[in-house]
């Protein structure tokens, strides 16, 4: 399950937490349309679609990078022991991502910085762990990167009695502890955090969707959390998820981040995508095939 890929100097692996079928197709894009998506079953299965359940199949995992100056951890998947009802996959989960991260190299205090693409239930989770009935921080010498758009959205949302808890409870257990104990670094608009890594706004599938742009050597990746769930949205960026909040701007910040990837050569490291994916710019999809223009 280990994903080991230099991006110039930098080195980045994939920590999975949980692979396997998620919703069906037809539930998870609002846009979904039987024929289209039957015209490109014949290279969506095994890997990203399983037809006999009608389900896409997805991942969840974080990408660890290791810069040689700084250990950073992009999205933090779905957390253990967290209640999420009405949500199996994200249910009380016992699963061994901590042990992942460890044999990956890196043990939890050693990461420097944790940055979330957005405060979703399943980019959020592990920033927090049970400890003696309390959510305290995982990565206690971290700090916690987000946006502060995101966190402004979800705050105000989470104390609504008729809306909250936001985010399926995440925000009250995976979020809020890491404010209160000081650790969150949040950025508002764009940021360059070092020579390395710059932020840019992508907002649309949350208000404060975040891309995060790597370079190192001239090889250039661009993490794209929830920006491009499935790899069907590579040939249909026009075709959103359920959980985008605002559809127009979700799509315009996943055609943008695709055509960055297109123009720049950037290799494109998304959340939900099978490792088996990351052939995503050479042949495996085609990127000939990309619409040209919205």
Not at 126 to 132: G, I, K
Not at 240 to 251: I, P, T, Y
Request: proline share 7%.
């Amino acid at each position: 399950d280990m994903q080991d890929r230099r991006i110039g100097d930098v080195r980045v692996t994939r920590i999975e937490e949980q692979m396997g079928p998620g919703f069906p197709a037809k539930d998870f894009f609002p846009e979904f349309v039987a024929a289209t998506f039957a015209a490109e079953q014949h290279w969506l299965a095994p890997h990203y679609y399983q037809p006999e359940s009608g389900r896409l199949m997805t991942s969840i995992h974080s990408w660890l990078v290791r810069t040689g100056k700084y250990t950073i951890l992009i999205d933090s998947c779905s957390g253990n022991h967290k209640p999420r009802p009405g949500m199996p996959r994200f249910d009380m989960l016992n699963t061994g991502y901590l042990d992942r991260l460890r044999e990956a190299g890196v043990q939890p205090e050693e990461i420097d910085f944790v940055m979330c693409t957005h405060l979703h239930v399943d980019h959020v989770g592990w920033n927090t762990r049970l400890d003696n009935g309390r959510w305290v921080p995982t990565f206690k010498n971290a700090k916690y990167v987000w946006s502060q758009e995101d966190f402004d959205f979800y705050r105000e949302l989470d104390k609504d009695p008729q809306k909250g808890p936001a985010n399926a409870g995440s925000f009250r257990d995976s979020v809020l502890p890491v404010f209160e104990a000081g650790m969150a670094q949040m950025v508002k608009g764009g940021a360059q955090l070092d020579e390395h890594i710059r932020i840019t706004p992508a907002p649309g599938h949350t208000p404060g969707t975040i891309r995060i742009e790597f370079e190192s050597r001239g090889e250039k990746a661009l993490f794209c959390g929830d920006i491009l769930h499935h790899a069907l949205q590579v040939y249909h960026p026009e075709w959103n998820s359920f959980a985008c909040l605002d559809a127009d701007n979700a799509r315009k910040s996943r055609r943008a981040a695709i055509e960055h990837c297109a123009g720049t050569g950037a290799r494109l490291l998304p959340c939900h995508l099978d490792r088996k994916s990351t052939r995503l710019n050479s042949s495996h999809i085609p990127l000939s095939r990309m619409p040209s223009s919205a």
